[in-house]
Structures are given as structure tokens and as C-alpha cells.
């Protein structure tokens, strides 16, 4: 027995540090932030300073350490094309007020950037395996995607949302309803709040919080980072008053209260999503054919 003891002990010892130390915390987020070219460098900016000002405000910040373990993990990337992400800052872990507001300094200090096209699908394909790679081990793991646009590059976002799914991988998103003239001549999109609804967000609780403009990001930002952190899903009665803003707006709308099936395991995320789009949710793939045909005669690569 005491040699079997000894072996049990050493066959721990030998097991990677990752399986032995990882930290356990409330929520694994990743935040995942448009900087396509319907996006100008103003804008990228209210996008970024918005997300600074979440992670200083102390409601927040109350949120982030009163949770079962005290702490989060973050990691945030912009992304644009089907195949470009940015990585601006990799996993931290939020354990303290001095952790977040290191975290805060940082992300208002690395540079401002604009790319082409609107991969949300690149996006979900990069966040997947961001996830395995975490070095924590969190109750929860929630993608967050802000954009203005739907996915016109890469694959079907729907695809890459089940394969998110399949990962347990909860998906939550802040359309922004950008009526700006698009530098490019695209037409803006009315139902992009409708679009996020049934096409890019899914998973247990997960909801769309609508930013009406780029000035209201800020305002939309701390909403949905507060109901993440703290778990209260998409309640239209939930109570926010301690961030300026008005209960049950609009803006926040419910994407799942209950499984497309009534079957299934619990596990199976893949259950949580809206019906079918009535567009389609290749629209933006559509629509970006459309335009590029009706204006030079070809479609893009």
C-alpha cells in the first residue's frame, strides 16, 4: 500500500504545471473589438476608451472581486479581416483593484489601428483556441463581440458559432448602429441589431446589448461588462442604477431564455440560439457581393 501511495504521488508530481496550478477564477472573457474600415480612427478610439472606462468604474470593479473566487481572467484582441487578429493584451488575471487598473493603463496605451473587411467568423475562429490556451480554470467562459457590421469575409459565422458552442464557449454581442456614411459606399445596416440577435450570439443566458451610436459605446460597454461579470444574465428588469442608466432599456434585448429543443444535454450549448434569421445570416456576405457587383462589375475575392 505505502508503495502504491508513492507511486500515486509521484505520477502527480509528474503532471504538467498547467494541471496542477491552474488558478481557478469566475469568468474566462475575452473581449474581441472591431476595427474593420467601416470603423474611422475616431471611432476606434470611443470603441477603446470606452472599454478603459468600464474596467476604472468601481461598480465594476466591486463586481469583478466579489465573486465566488475574487477574480476574472481577461484577454483582449481587435479584429477586422478573415484572417487578421490582434492580440493587444493576452491572458491577465483581475484579482485586485491594483490588477485592474494596470490592466486599464495598458489597453489605453497600446496604438489605435484600422483594417479592411468584417470577419466576425475570423473572430471566433481565433477566440476558440485563445480559450484552450487560458491558464485558468473558470465556471465560465464568455466570447464578447462589439462591431458595426455584419460578416462579409470568411466563413459562415453561424459555422463557427456552433464550433464556439461545442467548446461550452458562451457568446455574447454589442452591435453598434453605425448610420455614418460608410467611406467605402456600403449602405448602412438598420437590423444589425437583429442580425447579432439570431446570427453571431448563443450559449446559456447570453444576450445582445445594442449601442445606438459610437457615443452611447461607453454607456452600452459597462452595462454588459457588469451583467457578465456578475452573472445576471439577460434580465430586462435588472437594476443598474449605480452606472447611470435607466433599467430595462431598450437597448438590451434577450437572445436565449430557453433551448431551441427541449431535449439534449445539459452541456450541449449548441441548443441556446435563436431561430432562423429571416435575412439569412449570409446577409452580409450578400449584400457585399451586391455592392461590389453593382459598382465595378466584379465581386471580392
Known sequence: MRMLLSLFALLFLALPATAQDRKEVDLALVLAIDISGSIDPDEARLQRQGYVEAFSDPVIVKAILGGNHGRIAVAYFEWSDSWVQKLLIDWTLLDSKEAIVDFSARLSRAPISIARRTSISGAIRYAIPLFG??????????????????????????????????????????????????????????????YYLHCVVGGPRS????????EDFPRAVRKKLLQEVADVGPRHDFDVDDLGVPAGRAGMQLAQASPRRASGPPDDYTRFVRSEYELGCDVGERRSREFWQRRFGVTPD
Request: no cysteine.
Open 207 to 214: 444576450f445582445v446589448e445594442v449601442a445606438v451610436n459610437f
Open 133 to 194: 490556451r487560458s491558464p485558468y480554470e473558470a465556471e465560465r467562459k464568455v466570447l464578447d463581440i462589439s462591431g458595426d457590421g455584419s460578416n462579409n469575409d470568411g466563413g459562415l459565422v453561424t459555422d463557427l458559432r456552433h464550433d464556439a458552442l461545442k467548446e461550452r464557449i458562451i457568446i455574447n454581442g454589442l452591435p453598434i448602429m453605425n448610420d455614418r456614411p460608410n467611406p467605402y459606399g456600403f449602405p448602412s445596416e438598420t437590423d444589425l441589431d437583429r
